[in-house]
């Protein structure tokens, strides 16, 4: 039983991976071109929690209570967006000190040419 629950899983994380937009735009805000968009894409998390209050007005105001798996979503969306800003900030400046390591080591490796 915990095997068949454990291959479900892994299923179900390779499809969200794949086909779900925000997963999709993560992979792409990972890269490091993607890493200085991280702070901006914190404002998506202001149109995902909106999205979830009006889902939640709508509930209350009669529509079908599967609105509420809509609006789970919606707020676990923003949670990603909101925490992402922080941590892409933590990696592009270990990425940066990184590139700025291998530069050194290039710059010392390197013979210094007597002008002519």
Not at 39 to 59: E, K
Not at 92 to 100: D, I
């Amino acid at each position: 039983m915990l095997r068949t629950i454990w291959i479900a899983s892994l299923y179900v994380r390779a499809f969200m991976r794949r086909f779900m937009p925000t997963n999709i735009a993560l992979d792409k805000l990972r890269t490091r071109s993607g890493l200085k968009w991280g702070v901006p894409a914190m404002l998506l998390s202001v149109a995902y929690f909106y999205l979830a209050t009006l889902m939640s007005v709508l509930i209350d105001d009669g529509a079908s209570k599967w609105l509420y798996v809509v609006m789970l979503v919606c707020i676990w969306n923003a949670f990603k967006f909101l925490v992402f800003g922080p941590v892409s900030l933590v990696q592009l400046m270990r990425v940066r000190a990184a590139e700025r390591r291998a530069r050194r080591t290039v710059d010392r490796r390197e013979p210094q040419c007597a002008a002519a």
